[in-house]
């Protein structure tokens, strides 16, 4: 049996279609090779002298930016930096970067998912999104569904990336001793159905109603409902999260709350919820932020914040009803509705 088809085998296919897909492709080869260094660099972890240390800086949106944090940013920068883009937007610049006027594609990331968790030794990540050029920032003035492509890689027990052009979804491996990515899965498809939801609990009391009542209806398992048993995830790592859910299923929730500052949500439109919601339907499931599709977005700002809930598509859909029709938990189970199990 032969080896795996690589990455560089699926990219150079895609980019034989035109000139852009050249240029996109050409960018996705050079996100992978940036992340088999970074790979390296988190694996060592402390042995390479990066700490996951805060450094006094911040990013866009106010983190602390840590050593890990800008040194990632500064390999996915080197690794663009022969590609002719038009604009680029990294969560760990203020503001958007004009770059070739005539470049076909522009591309918006966030170099390290997750690097809060790096001395926890939990799985993080690098997410990407490849928009049409647009004359600079205002390629990403339009709505996620005019992605080009959009992936995210996964340092854990293994390096995977997950990519999508709009023609499906495939996952690839790092293979390290070759120092090439090799294809494991394709045409991935997230399950209908789950048994798996993943929220942070601990925000309960600040949630709105909509997003209690579905929560309610899990933990009431087979007594409630929905007539089954649920199991609650929650890493705390959004690549993670994903990763679960292209594999096994699942629903994720970061919705919007009444704490100060998470009206809107916590995750960022342009580099976090597009390229996943992308990558979620390319896979058969969905993502909204409760009561819209996130690819309808129209973004009014570089690093806007919103809420997502996305996986398996029945599940979205469910919490997507109750968001849009307050009625729906009674009809549900008029005796069960509201009763909040899940409360201290």
């Known amino acids: 049996m032969g080896q795996a088809p690589t990455l560089f085998q699926h990219t150079r296919s895609y980019a034989a279609q035109d000139a852009r897909s050249r240029t996109v492709a050409s960018a996705v080869n050079a996100i992978a090779a940036a992340a088999i260094e970074i ?6 972890g402390s042995l390479a002298g990066i700490t996951g240390a805060a450094q ?6 106010g983190d602390a930016q840590t050593d ?7 390999l996915i920068r080197a690794a663009l930096r022969p590609i002719p883009i038009d604009a680029l937007v990294s969560e760990e610049s203020v503001e958007a970067e004009r770059g070739d006027a005539a470049a076909p594609i522009a591309i918006a990331y966030d170099p390290l998912d997750g690097s809060s968790n790096i001395d926890t030794n939990v799985s993080v990540g690098t997410i990407f999104s490849i928009m049409p050029a647009g004359g600079g920032v205002a390629a990403f003035s339009r709505p996620g569904s005019e992605q080009l492509a959009a992936g995210f890689v996964i340092y854990g027990p293994q390096t995977s990336l997950v990519l999508t052009v709009g023609d499906g979804v495939d996952i690839f491996t790092l293979d390290r001793q ?18 798996e939801y993943a929220i942070n609990a601990s925000n309960y009391r600040h949630w709105d109603q909509p997003v209690r009542d579905f929560i309610d ?15 609650m995830r929650w890493i705390g790592s ?8 292209l594999r096994r299923g699942g629903v994720f929730l970061y919705p919007g709350d009444g704490r100060e500052g998470y009206g809107e949500g ?9 390229p996943m919601a992308f990558i979620m339907e390319q896979a058969g499931g969905a993502a909204v932020t409760g009561r819209s599709r996130v690819l309808d977005l129209l973004p009014g700002s570089i690093h806007q914040r919103v809420p997502l809930v996305m996986g398996s598509i029945e599940k979205v859909r469910h919490i997507e009803l109750l968001h849009n029709d307050p009625a729906a938990a009674s009809r549900v189970a008029p005796l069960f509705a509201r009763r909040g199990l899940f409360r201290a």
Not at 68 to 74: C, E, K
Not at 178 to 195: K, L, M, W, Y
Not at 266 to 274: H, I, W
Request: glycine share 10%.
């Open 39 to 44: 790979s390296e660099l988190i694996g060592h």
């Open 238 to 245: 959004l690549v993670a999260e994903a990763y679960r859910i």
């Open 178 to 195: 070759e120092r090439v990515f090799r294809r494991i899965g394709s045409q991935v498809q997230v399950p209908v159905t789950t048994a």
């Open 266 to 274: 916590r995750l960022r439109l342009l580099y976090e919820a597009n």
């Open 217 to 231: 209806e899990c933990v009431a398992g087979a007594d409630g409902p929905r007539g089954k048993e649920f199991n």
């Open 56 to 61: 006094g800086g911040r990013n866009a949106d």
């Open 68 to 74: 890990l944090d800008l040194h990632v940013d500064a």
